[in-house]
């Protein structure tokens, strides 16, 4: 029995040894930093809008055929093993709780990957996935670069990083939703981490620009109520406009006191 027990540890050990020599793929050590988008440098840039582009019916066409009506980008890739879809499922359930907007008729929302390795299928199998409402079928498009160049370079465009991490064998991108204008330009940077419902209707706000249409004048005016935080990466109560607001009011409601208060002692003067 004793030679048993000695055995057992023997065995024990040994094989504790042996997984301690056995591979282990190195956990990564990435300053979350590195992706972050530099907003004040990128804010306003207008992307190549030929850039060409292969949507999930094998269709082609261009990022400025997307253009006219605001536009939220996002860069992802269809291999992805969760991440992405996470990214853009959010995006979904953000955008299905907008009462005020609509993807396709207020609003469109591209889907562009940057892996060189990503065909049809893979994009097939990542629609299949996100399993978006039918009504958003011409509204939301998920594509693959017509030259995967092109993928770097508009991401390169926007200030967007990504790289591929061998031993964590996948790519590291931040999770970034990139709204722009129907110009074309870049007009907001909303982190999927940190977004909101009720960022997602103010930064499509934004986006719309002049554009207002007259059944979105009340989330314009909401709108005014809130301004950008860019540490953050989200929006806040402006309150230096309530304060200025405030003030405004006080200063007038005094004024016209004080009117009404002059003109009555005028009269009695004059009796």
Not at 109 to 134: C, G, M, Y
Not at 194 to 213: C, H, N, P, W
Request: hydrophobic share 45%; aromatic share 12%; charged share 20%.
């Amino acid at each position: 029995m004793a030679k048993a027990m000695i055995g057992a540890v023997i065995l024990t050990a040994l094989a504790g040894s042996a997984y301690a020599q056995m591979p282990r793929v190195p956990e990564s050590d990435i300053d979350p930093a590195v992706f972050k988008i530099d907003e004040f440098k990128y804010l306003g840039v207008k992307p190549d809008q030929s850039l060409a582009l292969v949507d999930q019916n094998g269709q082609s066409f261009t990022l400025k055929d997307k253009i006219g009506m605001p536009l939220i980008l996002v860069l992802s890739y269809f291999n992805c093993d969760g991440t992405c879809s996470v990214v853009n499922s959010d995006l979904a359930q953000l955008l299905s709780r907008q009462a005020a907007w609509q993807v396709g008729r207020d609003f469109r929302v591209l889907t562009v990957s940057f892996d060189p390795h990503d065909s049809q299928q893979s994009l097939k199998d990542f629609k299949e996935r996100l399993a978006l409402p039918e009504a958003w079928e011409q509204g939301w498009t998920l594509s693959l670069p017509a030259h995967i160049e092109q993928a770097k370079a508009l991401a390169d465009s926007v200030g967007f990083k990504y790289f591929w991490s061998a031993q964590d064998r996948m790519f590291l991108h931040p999770g970034v939703y990139i709204f722009l204008s129907p110009e074309g330009r870049v007009v907001r940077y909303l982190y999927s981490t940190q977004t909101k419902s009720f960022d997602m209707g103010l930064a499509l706000t934004d986006a719309m620009g002049d554009r207002i249409a007259p059944h979105d004048i009340l989330n314009y005016a909401v709108g005014l109520c809130y301004s950008y935080n860019y540490k953050e990466g989200r929006y806040k109560l402006n309150i230096p406009a309530f304060v200025g607001a405030a003030s405004l009011f006080f200063g007038v409601t005094v004024f016209i006191v004080s009117a009404f208060v002059y003109r009555r002692r005028g009269k009695g003067d004059h009796k």
